[in-house]
């Protein structure tokens, strides 16, 4: 009489299937996930209840912080069209290298008279360098006229009406935030959006 | 590896079997790695998202002038904005009724919001319009705020406008400016 033997199964298990799509999904959010541009000057979005996400693209950021305006917009095409208008506004011939840096570069705060020189500094050197904010009085005008010329650019190169947004910084005090209203205003862009983050369960 | 020899027993004395090894690898430790960066990148990815609050200012149209009176005062109410973090608001014209002093959020200004609201409504049978001047001492959060306000109580007819004299003295006279 012999024991029924009870035959013991492998305790390891396939796990092919189960790396494959791991790593699938993986690579899919590794590619969807968009880079966070970091901001020259620290800026705290203030929160609000909005749930409403910004668009993807198509879009113009005005950062403010430090009473410092910065300017950036999506799409290689339009900043080196918007830098070529602007070029032929100020009399600055940018070379085909320096079209293709300032189509590399995220964001930017110098006035247009040192923006050749910030362009041909390395990467190390444009994170550390202190950037004085585009000028904004109406003198030379130049952040109206960035941003015009972006909004001219997208309308030539997409059909699409370029969307207005400002970053502001908390602590900003408003006459700055009022001054970037009115630059928008005077060129009749009435409606915009203020970049929020999600606030806190605490309220 | 982790993989448990269970052939069970072993032929003794058998001939002697050059060992074939196995062509299993153990997975285990890179699916939970994979996992893992899953779990940061799907965390990161829709955490940071940023929102976008639209706002429409007024037309700064010269060319229109009679569209700025449309407004009934009695209907208006109107929200100055100081320093510290701190509002004034009142309802109809400036002066004539004494501002009174509140905070932000929702034991502030959203009370008053909903109750002037709704007499408004009651006694005129229109919605509550209600203007925003943001003072100089004020900071870019209090503008993001009140409108934020505006959404939540539901505020059909809101504008942003400049702060004019008389109402920077009110609020020098209770100490916000």
Known sequence: ?203 | MAELDTSGGGKKGGKVRSKKASTRVDLTAMVDLAFLLITFFILTTTLSKPKAMDIAMPDKDEKKPDEQLAVAASRTMTIILGKDDKLEWFVGEPGKSAPTVDGYGKNGIRKALIEKGKEIQDKFGKYMVVIIKPSAKSVYKNTVDIIDEMNITAVKSYAIVDITPVEIGLLQKDGLY
């Open chain 1, 1 to 203: 009489m012999s024991r029924a033997k009870v035959s013991r199964k492998s305790t390891a298990i396939d796990m092919t299937a189960m790396c494959d799509v791991a790593f699938l999904l993986l690579t899919f959010f590794i590619l969807t996930s968009k880079f966070k541009v970091e901001d020259p000057v620290p800026v705290d979005t203030p929160g609000s209840s909005i749930q409403q996400p910004i668009p993807d693209d198509n879009l113009a950021v005005i950062t403010v912080g430090s009473n410092k305006a910065f300017f950036s917009v999506d799409g290689s095409d339009v900043r080196i069209a918007a830098l070529q208008e602007m070029g032929k506004l100020y009399n600055i011939q940018f070379t085909p290298d320096e079209e293709r840096k300032f189509a590399a570069t995220a964001i930017f705060g110098v006035p247009i008279s040192q923006l050749k020189q910030f362009l041909n500094m390395d990467a190390e050197q444009k994170k550390s360098v202190q950037q004085s904010g585009i000028p904004r009085d109406s003198v030379s005008n130049e952040l109206f006229n960035w941003i015009r010329e972006s909004r001219k650019a997208a309308a030539a190169l997409h059909q699409k009406q370029l969307r207005i947004s400002i970053k502001g910084d908390s602590k900003e005090e408003y006459p700055v935030i009022k001054d970037i209203i009115a630059i928008l205003q005077k060129q009749e862009v009435n409606k915009f959006s203020l970049i929020t983050s999600l606030r806190g369960a605490s309220k």
